[in-house]
């Protein structure tokens, strides 16, 4: 089936220390799938950090980039310099890009990253 | 802040009893997920309408969920009678349309069965 598998966690970093989330999918009944990585902050709602549609392309956001690698089947996201602000639970998903199967998303189980000061 | 509304933010319920969770979605938004998020972070889809109409409702949801989208009102999911499994973090997305759009959600509804 489809799924997602991403870096354990909890991760923990310094700040200004550099980042790599790891994300590797399958996705054996979706031929091009779209791929994302949510955020959830502390007390916040789930919410789109970034999305790429197109294999080989980069999508970027608040100073994290991830790229769509689909002979790697992966989607790892990266920092350069993480700050304190960081600090929250990292979702990797994929999802269809036709209509017919309503859009589900499928999430990884979330890293949490803690970032130190 | 999440654009789209659930309330209760908690709600705590006996085994067997109804549980009702609401969503209003953000503006503009015909289409509505429900996820279920358990305590090992897993999500599983639940359901998902497109303006009042189910698209898609796992098996589960047809057993013992209900869920509806009525127009001009808030969408709501409800257990009709409550198990120690259904304890989770319920979620609440909303898009613009069923095919490749970001999801919006919202804070989430936990639910605890004791």
């Known amino acids: 089936g489809d799924s997602v598998t991403q870096t354990e966690g909890p991760v923990t970093v310094s700040e200004s220390e550099s980042l790599i989330i790891n994300c590797t999918y399958s996705a054996t009944s979706i031929a091009y799938p779209n791929l994302f990585w949510y955020v959830r902050y502390p007390g916040e709602g789930l919410q789109l950090l970034l999305k790429?549609?197109?294999?080989?392309q980069k999508g970027s956001s608040r100073g994290f980039e991830a790229t769509y690698n689909k002979e790697t089947t992966s989607f790892h996201l990266q920092k350069a310099s993480v700050q304190e602000s960081d600090s929250a639970v990292y979702y990797c998903a994929l999802a269809p890009n036709y209509g017919s199967s309503g859009n589900k998303l499928i999430f990884g189980i979330g890293t949490l990253l803690s970032v130190k000061p | 802040n999440s654009k789209v509304i659930q309330t209760p933010r908690y709600l705590v319920k006996g085994q067997g009893q109804k549980a009702k969770m609401r969503c209003i979605p953000e503006k503009g938004h015909p289409v509505v997920f429900w996820y279920q998020q358990n305590k090992n972070n897993e999500f599983k889809f639940l359901i998902n309408?497109?303006?009042?109409?189910?698209?898609?409702q796992i098996d589960m949801t047809e057993k013992r969920f209900s869920a509806e989208c009525p127009s001009n009102s808030p969408c709501s999911l409800e257990i009709q009678s409550s198990e120690a499994g259904d304890s989770a973090l319920y979620l609440c997305?909303?898009?613009?349309?069923?095919?490749?759009?970001?999801?919006?959600f919202g804070e989430g509804s936990r639910l605890i069965v004791v």
């Open positions: 997305a909303s898009s613009l349309t069923d095919s490749g759009n970001t999801l919006y």
């Open positions: 790429v549609i197109t294999a080989g």
């Open positions: 309408f497109q303006n009042q109409e189910v698209l898609q």
